[in-house]
């Protein structure tokens, strides 16, 4: 067996060991899909689910690419993906030109696409949508030999597929309030230039749970102070509502975090010599048409613990002080920073619990973790790497705080 069908063989092996291992439809999709990525050495891959309300759209739900493909709608039929969808037959452009399809040209246009394969994926019963591959990573093209196994995949999906698990709609994006475009922060000690932050592109949505993922080191936190206000970027532009912030006053970002946005933190933060209603009240003095500082105890199960300093409640309980001092804010978006990290298990549980209901509450919630197993809460998570979004996933299944373990 030549090398090139040895690597096939493993490529096939791979998908097909982390489809059998799957739970779900998702998880067979997802698993196969990075599989392929890393056997083919694809540099993007999308999965577009049909939509049950409206069976002309396609939308995403899982992609490996460095942009936020989260608004974007195939429609059936219509370019390479809706026209695979439709038709369930595989179209490969091994040397792709935007006249083969301007919608994927547009939709990638900061990665000049230059191949790409589409194949259907389906169940016994329907057509479920189009699985999207861009691009080689080394600069070369697909072969036939990688779109056999693209093909490959999404038929051995297709035997995983549960069918009460693929009526399940996913979630779908509100009105986006805030927008980072081209981000990228620099740090520089002497002559020693650190890149944080390599080109970000990300909408945040009214009333998400938007999770940002990754090991420490990839930007996850520097991208969140830069959404709240707390740091500048070196390049790009931050916009809140249609107002750019990218040329900001310190004043003016001062005012906007003030308004706009609460915030949690792994350590907590509160002031040791006030109490917990106190903490809340020095917030609440700051904004003009608070809540009511006894109510924001109340919504995280506090209310009896008002006269309590930090020193006297447990790690769990301080932090939901500090979710009751980023609500009496009455923000439009909460940041959260590792929330959990310093608490154990069950006290983890609790605190996300009270953020579950926060959010459920409409507010939007913006967490970074490295906590794979929080991810399941949230409606979307992106995962950073050096600097860069890696991937995204729109969860069709968010699992309620109850359900983790870890």
């Known amino acids: 067996m030549d090398s090139s069908m040895l690597a096939q063989y493993r490529t096939i092996s791979e998908v097909q060991n982390a489809i059998s291992n799957a739970r779900s439809l998702d998880e067979a999709l997802r698993g196969g899909l990075k599989a392929i990525v890393s056997g083919v050495g694809a540099e993007c891959a999308v999965i577009w689910y049909a939509d049950k309300q409206d069976e002309e759209a396609l939308h ?140 970000v ?18 930007g996850k936190s520097t991208l969140l102070n830069i959404i709240g206000g707390m740091d500048q970027a070196t390049s790009g532009t931050l916009s809140y509502l249609g107002h750019d912030l990218s040329e900001a006053t310190q004043n003016e970002l001062t005012n906007f975090r003030r308004h706009n946005i609460g915030f949690i933190f792994q350590s907590y933060n509160l002031m040791p010599n006030l109490t917990a209603l106190q903490n809340l009240k020095l917030i609440a003095e700051l904004v003009e048409r608070p809540m009511d500082a006894d109510e924001a105890l109340e919504v995280v199960g506090l209310g009896d613990r008002k006269s309590n300093y930090p020193s006297q409640m447990s790690g769990g309980q301080q932090q939901r002080v500090s979710i009751a001092r980023a609500l009496v804010k009455k923000p439009k978006i909460i940041l959260a920073d590792e929330p959990t990290a310093a608490l154990d298990y069950a006290t983890s549980i609790e605190v996300l619990q009270v953020m579950e209901e926060v959010v459920k509450g409409g507010t939007t919630m913006v967490m970074v973790t490295h906590n794979e197993e929080i991810c399941r809460m949230a409606d979307r998570v992106v995962r950073m790497r050096s600097g860069r979004m890696h991937e995204v996933t729109i969860n069709r299944h968010p699992a309620h705080a109850t359900d983790l373990v870890w």
């Open 201 to 218: 592109n990300l909408d945040v949505y009214e009333g998400e749970f938007l999770v940002l993922l990754g090991e420490s080191g990839c």
């Open 60 to 199: 995403p739900s899982y992609w490996i690419a460095p942009i936020d493909l989260t608004a974007s709608t195939c429609v059936s039929g219509e370019g390479a993906v809706g026209r695979t969808y439709q038709s369930q037959r595989a179209e490969r452009y091994l040397d792709f030109s935007a006249a083969d399809d301007p919608k994927t040209a547009a939709d990638f246009s900061g990665l000049a696409v230059e191949s790409m394969v589409c194949v259907p994926f389906s169940s016994r019963n329907e057509n479920l949508g189009t699985i999207q591959f861009i691009n080689k990573d080394d600069g070369s093209r697909f072969t036939n030999e990688d779109a056999d196994i693209m093909e490959m995949m999404a038929m051995m999906a297709a035997i995983a597929i549960d069918e009460n698990d693929a009526l399940a709609e996913p979630w779908q994006p509100g009105t986006p309030i805030m927008s980072v475009r081209d981000i990228t922060r620099e740090f520089q000690n002497g002559d020693t230039v650190t890149k944080v932050l390599k080109g």
